[in-house]
């Protein structure tokens, strides 16, 4: 069985979306992995098919009824019993490529995509197996753009999804470094030139200019990580 990935959502038709193009889009057409959507709105319980409800103490917006959104868990669950369960919203815990590395290791995923204000808490507190992630500080109109990130990273892990070339470049991330700058022809361009070292053929040389460089970057805009890469380094040493 390929990686499986299935999507909750009341907008269904946004899936495959990005994720039918490019090397991702060819490894769904090569069954490399595979998408299943479930419409929230099918478990509705009422001749309306109403799916959102008025938060109880008050408040703006709509939150999304605990028995329509359990009704749509279950039957993913049932689909895909060995799946990781995830809930995408700014309050979980933040996506990392190690996590992505965990979740593209398992058999698939269930993705719940929220909309209005947010899903009933005890939906939550119910499937005590969802994890919520977050991919950013930064709030959506709904989870569908998050769960589309959160997959195209899990899926160009899967094997035959990605050459080998890509995944290697991946290596310098996981060290914990941001990546180096890239150069192509041609080699004066706009009077700008690409660094000497790189046409050297010095392979040596590129790696230690190119791990300079990253490390430069790193420091400037990320001293979480610089902070992290100088431990692991002290640690590994
Ligand atoms: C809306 C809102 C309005 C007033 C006060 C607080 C509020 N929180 C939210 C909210 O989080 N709405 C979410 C919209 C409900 C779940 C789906 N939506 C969502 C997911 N927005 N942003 C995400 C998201 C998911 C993963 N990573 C970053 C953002």
Redesign the pocket.
Known sequence: MPWTACVLTLFPEMFPGMLGHSLVGRGLEEGRWTLDTIQIRDFAQDKHNTVDDTPCGGG??MVMRPDVVTGGLDEAAKRYPLAKKVF?????RPLTQEKVHELAEAPGVILL???????DQRVLDEHDDIEE????D??????ES?ATVLLDACVRLLPGVIGKEASHEDESFEAGLLEYPHYTRPRVWRGREVPEVLLSGHHEKILSWRKTQAQRITQERRPDLWERYCKEIKGSA
């Open positions: 703006a917006g995408l919203t700014p309050r979980g995509c929220g909309r209005y204000e947010g899903i992630i977050s991919i950013g930064y709030v959506l109109s709904g989870g998050a």
